[in-house]
């Protein structure tokens, strides 16, 4: 009787072993395609400057909304329908599953990329930026590889196959970086417009994805090549496969696309308000005339009311009004006044490009901090469920403490760091960039940067929990504040983009807020929060001032005869700031007993850490 008992056990561990180690594949793969996004984004900018950095968000923005509504939630859909399958030994379900969802994903790419293929002109109209245009295109056949490659990935993870996926996605990041960034920097060199160097860039994707889907193809054949040919079981109508799909894939879609249309919505409106701004109340002139030309604005907007009839408003209301269809007809006949108008959007379309390419370069380094959360997100969630399935909620609340603390202590300094270095970060890795503009609206970014890694970890948590749509309630709120807090302070002259990244504080900020409630409220044994967060902050603010202090007193010895800071010596002087800061912050981590064994205990080698510091 002892025998028969010990095998299930065994099996039990092999399953979880299995179902660990898929997640940790998964979390290594998505930590490598960060990793390497970063090493694209950062050159990028530098290569296709301030105005084609807004023109590849842009677009990347509306390709991302797209791309999440076509694939978000059917992977997993596919991957547990056909994992159920597999346990019921039915191979004539699982293909049946398989190509009920390759055709679906088809279709849906397909739609997709007709709208960005041959809507791009009023796509780009809706983000404010006509030079998006190029780049939507590029990206259209994008849509239709995303779609299929996401077939293929759920039917690998569906037989708990990680490796394909996490390959694929590697594949997918490095044709972006070798041949996205090989192509921008040719076409700069070309002499080519930075719209046009923007849509270069995006190519690396679309042919990366291309790739990507090369492989999985051949994964697939090869894996089919091993299994029997003949199924027994009878599958079950395509109208029955196709229902169960999108029963589980629609509200995964629906939570998933939430950040994606947000995103939209908040770029459009902000891009609108400065043109807007920008038109009607020259007094906001003054926030950026260190860095911007105004006397081409000022001669195009003199030129245009000079064309305007008697008591007629130069508003931006009525300069859409005229333009709009002289954008949608090529072939139209311009009147002096159409061009006058013409040339007054192209000048106000410039301003806001070069100002909102400046956010984009600051919103770059922003992400990094949230990428590297992706590993911590990607394990908690079988951790925490798989100790809920034993029914031992001490283990799961010691694991949901230790993930809270883990990304405390990393979250914390790194946003402090972001807030205190922003201006010289952004001189060390953008000199393209407007220094002036870009640094302190990273500072500010850098305070959002807290909020959302613990979100990010609070959501996973709480989807582990079971409560998969409290999570998405919270973030539609939370986009709500986004875009009416970023809506109304770009419309103050003395703020203008650089209220921007406010949006992104008081959203994340409330996200995490309810978030911690929620799970005071609704998961038993809930962490305590005061021992968790006090201590990473009191050393991130000590770390903060010490890395504040080092830069200051380094630079100056940096000085040139008008007092600007070298490259060179900026260079020096925050990676020894940067430098200090860690020793500073790792030496009060653990002269505060910030971090537990049962925390360490959760990484590779925790064991060894704990036993060297101590713990």
């Avoid at 547990?80 to 679906?104: C, D, G, P, T, Y």
Wanted: charged share 10%.
């Amino acid at each position: 009787m002892a025998q028969r008992d010990a095998a299930p056990r065994r099996v039990d561990g092999q399953k979880q072993n299995t179902f660990f180690g898929g997640a940790a594949i998964l979390a290594a793969g998505i930590l490598v395609v960060k990793l390497i996004g970063m090493f694209y984004k950062i050159p990028l900018v530098n290569i296709i400057g301030e105005q084609g950095t807004a023109d590849f968000n842009n677009a990347y923005n509306i390709y991302a909304v797209l791309l999440t509504i076509s694939t978000a939630g059917l992977p997993v859909a596919v991957s547990k329908l056909v994992s159920e399958a597999n346990a019921l030994n039915r191979r004539a379900q699982v293909r049946r599953i398989f190509r009920m969802a390759l055709l679906l994903f088809l279709a849906l790419g397909a739609l997709s990329f007709l709208v960005m293929f041959f809507r791009a002109d009023w796509l780009a109209g809706l983000m404010h930026d006509s030079k998006a245009a190029p780049g939507i295109r590029a990206l259209a056949p994008a849509v239709v590889c995303v779609g299929c490659l996401a077939a293929f990935r759920g039917y690998t993870q569906g037989h708990s196959n990680m490796t394909p996926t996490s390959v694929s996605q590697i594949i997918e990041a490095l044709c972006k970086l070798v041949i996205g960034l090989g192509l921008a920097w040719w076409l700069v060199k070309a002499g080519h417009p930075a719209e046009v160097a923007a849509a270069g860039a995006i190519t690396g994707v679309t042919v990366g994805t291309i790739v990507a889907l090369v492989y999985m193809v051949l994964s697939f054949l090869l894996s089919r090549s091993r299994e029997p040919r003949l199924a027994g079981d009878v599958p079950d109508s395509a109208g029955s496969i196709l229902g169960n799909i999108l029963r589980i894939a629609i509200p995964i879609t629906l939570s998933s696309s939430m950040v994606g249309i947000v995103t939209v919505i908040d770029s459009s409106l902000v891009q609108g308000q400065l043109q807007r701004v920008l038109l009607e109340d020259p007094s906001c002139w003054t926030l950026y005339a260190d860095f911007v030309d105004f006397a081409p604005l000022e001669g195009a907007i003199a030129a245009w009311e000079g064309t305007l009839s008697a008591g007629t408003a130069a508003t931006m209301a009525a300069l859409s009004q005229q333009v709009e269809p002289l954008l949608n007809d090529s072939q139209a006949v311009l009147s002096a006044g159409d061009q006058a108008a013409l040339a007054l959007h192209t000048a106000l379309e410039s301003i806001s490009r070069t100002l909102y390419g400046n956010y984009g370069g600051a919103l770059n380094i922003y992400n990094l901090p949230t990428s590297l959360m992706a590993a911590i997100t990607a394990s908690v969630i079988p951790a925490v469920s798989g100790a809920l399935a034993r029914r031992d909620r001490r283990g799961a609340s010691r694991i949901t403490g230790s993930a809270l603390r883990i990304t405390a202590l990393l979250a914390f300094p790194m946003g402090v760091g972001l807030f205190v270095l922003g201006t010289p970060i952004m001189r060390l890795l953008f000199p393209s960039l407007t220094t002036q503009l870009a640094g302190p609206l990273l500072s500010t970014l850098g305070l959002a940067t807290v909020f959302v890694c613990m979100m990010l970890v609070c959501n996973s948590i709480l989807q582990a929990h079971g409560f998969v749509n409290l999570p998405v309630t919270v973030m539609v709120l939370g986009g709500a504040v986004k875009i009416v807090t970023n809506y109304n302070v770009v419309a103050i002259p003395k703020v203008g983009i650089f209220g921007v990244p406010m949006g992104n504080v008081l959203c994340f900020g409330l996200c995490l807020a309810l978030d911690l409630v929620i799970i005071s409220r609704v998961i038993p044994q809930r962490p305590r929060y005061l021992p968790i967060f006090l201590k990473p902050l009191a050393a991130s603010a000590l770390m903060g001032g010490a890395a504040w202090a080092v830069y200051g007193l380094l630079s100056r010895l940096f000085l040139d005869d008008s007092g600007v800071i070298s490259r060179t010596g900026n260079a020096a002087a925050t990676m020894a700031a940067i430098l200090v800061a860690m020793v500073i912050y790792f030496v009060l981590i653990v002269a505060l007993r910030a971090i537990s064994r049962d925390d360490l205990a959760l990484m590779p080698k925790g064991d060894k850490l704990a036993r060297l510091l101590r713990l």
